[in-house]
């Protein structure tokens, strides 16, 4: 099937920035939309960004736009997801996903089928 595999974690300060990576191998193609979710001490993993597999769309949560920015590179099959501006609040493990039901920019957690192991991401102030 579908592997993801996250890096580019880290420690970073408050204001600084990071660049996650989400390499996807196996039957990976241009059916399918791309995520990141992450998942807080003691909180419910939520919604972070979105990219239609064409790249022709993207989603943001609230909390991240104008901040995060998700990108693709369909030729290696990896998505990115550069955070500026970091906020202690934006500490979690931040987790890859893929889609073969909806090749469109969603939030729904209900809509991805794959998932990463996760990144640590930790903000400190």
């Known amino acids: 099937q579908v592997q993801l595999v996250e890096s580019g974690g880290g420690l970073v300060q408050a204001g600084g920035s990071l660049r996650l990576s989400c390499a996807a191998s196996g039957r990976t193609g241009s059916a399918y939309a791309m995520g990141w979710f992450r998942q807080g001490p003691e909180k419910e993993r939520e919604f972070v960004a979105a990219?239609?597999?064409?790249?022709?769309?993207?989603h943001y949560a609230d909390s991240v736009k104008g901040r995060f920015t998700i990108s693709r590179d369909n030729a290696k099959n990896t998505v990115y997801l550069q955070m500026n501006s970091l906020k202690p609040g934006d500490t979690a493990v931040y987790y890859c996903?893929?889609?073969?039901?909806?090749?469109?920019?969603?939030?729904?957690?209900?809509?991805?089928?794959?998932w990463g192991q996760g990144t640590q991401v930790t903000v400190s102030s």
């Open positions: 990219i239609s597999w064409s790249g022709e769309s993207t």
């Open positions: 996903t893929s889609s073969i039901t909806t090749g469109r920019a969603v939030g729904a957690m209900s809509a991805y089928d794959y």
